[in-house]
Structures are given as structure tokens and as C-alpha cells.
């Protein structure tokens, strides 16, 4: 499956953002989608998950500011950032993980190119 992230950009502290992710060559209700980002000089870090039915799994650092939803029909996940902080600045990443595949997301996921959030202080 191949993976197209888009609407990154640089917003002020307290900005809104909306991610978009769209998918193609699978069957996307047979994966798991996720964002992942990765700051300068740290690891990748997960963010948000949502099956296909839309269970959704949030980091703490995220919650209650970050909303993923996936739109099946247009094979497309969404990340919604409200009230961004500096420290949310990164390089964003979506991921797809075969529901049938019980390894973790980095031993299994296809995974996009990443689109870069920069949020100004």
C-alpha cells in the first residue's frame, strides 16, 4: 500500500492543523492506520491509531488536543491538531498496519513519505 501524507505547514502556539493521509493499491478497511512523528534529534514517536471500525488510541502527550478519524470510503485518515505546541514540531508520518499482522508497527507497517508541523513559539 502506498501512502500520501499531506497539510503540514508553520502555525503559531495555539494554531490548528489537519493532516491528511490518503491511500491507495490496498484494501484499506484491512489496516490499521496510525501517525507517528519524529523531532529533531529524537526517535519516532507514535501519536494517534484507529482501526477500521474506529477505535482510536491516543498518546498522552496528544489527547484531548489531536483527533485521528479515517474516512474508509475515500481510503483516507485524518489527524486534527488544535492547540499546537512548540514541542508538537516534527515531521509527521501515517502508517498502515495489516490487521493480521501481529508485529509492531515499525517490523510491519507501509509508511509515508512524512510532512513536516512546525510550530512557532
Known amino acids: 500500500v502506498q501512502l500520501q501524507a499531506s497539510g503540514g505547514g508553520l502555525v503559531q502556539t495555539g494554531g490548528s492543523l489537519r493532516l491528511s493521509c490518503a491511500a491507495s493499491?490496498?484494501?484499506?478497511?484491512?489496516?490499521?492506520m496510525g501517525w507517528f512523528r519524529q523531532a529533531p534529534g529524537k526517535e519516532r514517536e507514535l501519536v494517534a491509531t484507529i482501526s477500521s471500525t474506529g477505535t482510536t488510541y491516543y498518546a498522552d502527550s496528544v489527547k484531548g488536543r489531536f483527533t485521528i478519524s479515517r474516512e474508509n470510503a475515500k481510503s483516507t485518515v485524518y489527524l486534527r491538531m488544535n492547540t499546537l505546541k512548540p514541542e508538537d514540531t516534527a515531521v509527521y508520518y501515517c502508517?498502515?498496519?495489516?490487521?493480521?499482522?501481529?508485529?509492531?508497527?515499525?517490523?510491519?507497517?507501509?509508511w509515508g513519505q512524512g510532512t513536516l508541523v512546525t510550530v512557532s513559539s
Open positions: 502508517a498502515a498496519k495489516p490487521k493480521w499482522d501481529r508485529r509492531s508497527w515499525s517490523e510491519s507497517a507501509y
Open positions: 493499491g490496498g484494501t484499506f478497511t484491512m489496516y490499521y
